[in-house]
């Protein structure tokens, strides 16, 4: 499995405002570079921390990349994977529609009554036992054919992947505004490392829009 972490933040480091509205740092150039990355990938990857705030439909935008992926032999659009250890996701979010796959990575306390009603949309993957286990839920995501996964955030998420040694790539773009807020979702939230720190090789810089894209690679 190839995992990249594709995330879009400010100057000054937040991936959204203190009071976690969704707030646009992207140009049109960086919305097109996402929706190729995503009809590139298997399978698309949020936290349930997104979905509650920013309700994310994740699909393919471009009629010609899902034309592509058709071609190829792939669905039309990736699957969508939320990890969501207490079953939180609304039944009417947009990432549960019938536009694409959605897997839904539980543990073992999602409550039974969630599981149910999630089951009447999404495909069920339990791993962990109070959180998700992200390395046993992606290796039952592997098992189902996903081996070209991108992670669109949010914060927690990208630190407990790192944490999981589990990112190989981290594609970052920096957009032209400052958001600030000590609150406020930084690219790796979570506990944060104090020693052992995640190394990062630089593959690649490139100006987009008016911000810049940096590519960096995880080192093993
Ligand atoms: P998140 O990372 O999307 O989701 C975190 C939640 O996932 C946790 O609170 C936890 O909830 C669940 N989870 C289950 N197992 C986990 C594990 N092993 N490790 C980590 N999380 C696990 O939430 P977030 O950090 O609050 O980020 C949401 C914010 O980021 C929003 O403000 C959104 O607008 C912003 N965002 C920005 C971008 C961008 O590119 N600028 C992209 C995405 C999101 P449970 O305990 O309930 O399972």
Not at 187 to 214: C, K, Q
Request: aromatic share 4%.
């Amino acid at each position: 499995m190839h995992v990249v972490v594709n995330a879009a933040m400010s100057a000054d480091g937040k991936l959204s405002s203190r009071q976690r509205d969704q707030i646009a740092i992207s140009g049109e150039a960086d919305f097109a570079r996402v929706d190729r990355l995503r009809a590139d990938s298997d399978a698309i990857v949020v936290g349930v921390g997104t979905v509650l705030a920013d309700d994310p439909h994740l699909t393919v935008k471009d009629e010609q990349l899902c034309q592509q992926r058709l071609e190829r032999g792939e669905p039309e659009q990736p699957a969508r994977v939320i990890v969501d250890s207490n079953g939180r996701t609304p039944d009417d979010a947009a990432i549960l529609d019938d536009a694409a796959t959605t897997y839904v990575c539980l543990s073992e306390t999602a409550p039974i009554d969630r599981r149910m009603e999630l089951a009447d949309h999404a495909e069920l993957v339990t791993a962990g036992d109070d959180r998700v286990h992200l390395l046993r839920a992606f290796a039952t995501l592997q098992e189902q054919g996903l081996e070209q996964v991108m992670v669109e955030g949010g914060g927690e998420l990208i630190f407990s992947l790192f944490e999981a040694g589990l990112v190989d790539e981290l594609l970052v773009f920096v957009g032209p505004k400052v958001i600030g807020g000590r609150d406020a979702p930084t690219l790796a939230d979570g506990d944060g490392f104090i020693d052992e720190f995640p190394l990062l090789s630089l593959e690649r810089v490139e100006r987009l829009d008016d911000g810049v894209l940096l590519c960096w690679t995880v080192d093993s």
